[in-house]
């Protein structure tokens, strides 16, 4: 009883000293994103920007009322500095007429992106490299990169790849769920048609080294990867994955796989979707499998999106213990660092493209992944190379090669 007692006299102590450690961690992540330049790798936005009605970006959303994620203000109230706004067509017909369409509709998501830029210019910048993002960073301003997520618009000419860097294109996922005309994909339900990269796509990775164009490995079948590897004269990264080991599915990555990345100087950068982070259960798998597979069919609508992305959004309300949390995705980042340290690991949630993540709803928290990573005794400078500093390094590698 008088132990009790004594115990009970202490909880107090206890409290306040939790209390004053998480406000203590609360305030270094504050600071770390005052000074630390934050990117995010892969982010949809544009599909909102091209498909929602009255959509703005340079206005100020709810992600409780419309389920959008990425807007300007958003992004400022979060400290998110940069994120690389996706060019992004689900896999349609590869023929000449299909593939100049696919192109056609890609240059109009440049041409919205640039539009969104300019007339947020006050407190937005396009931006092509390195210098230029931490240059906007200094003046107290938020970047715009830009990738593209499927090479389909490329079609079968490769001067469409200097087009594209031009309008501030710098990199480009080679395949999306289904395979092209570059490589073969993780997801075609057909499996390999070319083996890993075809010839045309080894051709197409050696102009995107010659440009200055990142070569992105998300989405790719295993075989694409490793050819991927082999064919690329600079560091790669992968724009949006996870670790394998501890969720398997094929868009994740192997340890294997991402010791050959590091080894060669990539990053990967994690994916905030779902089932990707953490493995659903079958019933719930199979859900998610099926609304994705619809999403990402190049004739589905915007109305028809906007409704099966609904649908994935409730399954988060159904099924809670299925829906990963942010110490989910550190968990994801612990591995790449203990694997191959922390100069390989970066961040790509995939917003407004399925990121579904209990405590970063939206880019407006993206602090609550820092403060995990204080939590575990991260410090400042890892934080930095993960929010940033590892990407940009990526991506400078890429432009000083194209110089030579």
């Known amino acids: 009883m008088k132990h009790l007692f004594t115990l009970l006299l202490f909880i107090p102590f206890i409290i306040n000293a939790q209390d004053k450690n998480e ?24 599909i909102n920007m091209m498909d929602m009605e009255g959509f703005d970006v340079g206005a100020k959303h709810d992600y409780e009322v419309d389920g959008t994620q990425i807007d300007f203000p958003r992004m400022k109230e979060g400290g998110m500095d940069a994120m690389f706004f996706a060019v992004y067509l689900g896999q349609g017909k590869r023929t000449p007429e299909a593939n100049a369409e696919a192109k056609e509709k890609a240059l109009k998501i440049f041409q919205k992106i640039h539009e969104s830029v300019k007339q947020n210019a006050s407190t937005v910048e396009l931006v092509t490299s390195a210098k230029e993002g931490f240059s906007a960073h200094k003046k107290g301003k938020l970047g715009v990169f830009i990738g593209m997520e499927n090479g389909w618009p490329v079609g079968t000419d490769l001067s469409n790849l200097k087009l594209f860097y031009d309008l501030g294109l710098r990199y480009i996922t080679l395949a999306h ?34 440009l200055g164009i990142v070569v992105d490995v998300s989405h790719l079948s295993d075989s694409a990867f490793y050819d991927v590897m082999q064919m690329s004269k600079v560091p790669v990264f992968a724009s949006h994955s996870s670790c394998r080991a501890l969720c ?3 868009r994740n990555m192997t340890d294997d796989m991402i010791k050959l990345l590091a080894s060669k100087g990539g990053v990967i950068q ?14 719930v798998a199979v859900s998610i499998k099926t609304i994705r597979m619809q999403t990402m069919k190049a004739e589905t609508t915007p109305e028809e999106k906007k409704r099966l992305n609904a649908e994935l959004r409730q399954i988060k309300y159904k099924y809670p213990s299925d829906v990963p949390t942010v110490k989910d995705v550190v968990n994801h980042i612990d591995h790449v660092v203990q694997l191959v340290g922390i100069d390989h690991v970066g961040i790509g949630m995939d917003m407004d493209g399925g990121s579904d993540v209990i405590g970063v709803e939206d880019v407006s928290k993206i602090k609550n992944v820092t403060i995990e990573l204080l939590r575990r005794g991260y410090s400042a400078k890892d934080i930095k190379k993960i929010w940033g500093g590892n ?14």
Do not use: W, Y
């Not at 406000?23 to 544009?46: E, G, M, S």
């Not at 994690?270 to 019933?283: C, G, T």
């Not at 990526?394 to 432009?399: D, F, Q, R």
């Open 177 to 210: 769920s289904f395979n092209n005309d570059l490589s073969d994909s993780s997801g075609d339900p057909q499996g390999a048609e070319h083996g890993g990269v075809s010839p045309l796509g080894e051709a197409c990775i050696k102009e995107m080294n010659r």
């Open 270 to 283: 994690i994916n905030f979707v779902a089932d990707f982070l953490k493995k659903p259960s079958a019933e």
């Open 248 to 250: 398997d599915v094929k």
């Open 391 to 404: 990407t940009m390094r990526v991506l400078a590698a890429a432009e000083q090669f194209s110089k030579k």
């Open 23 to 46: 406000k203590r961690i609360l305030r270094k992540a504050n600071k770390i994103h005052t000074q630390a330049f934050t990117v995010d790798t892969h982010a949809d936005a544009p």
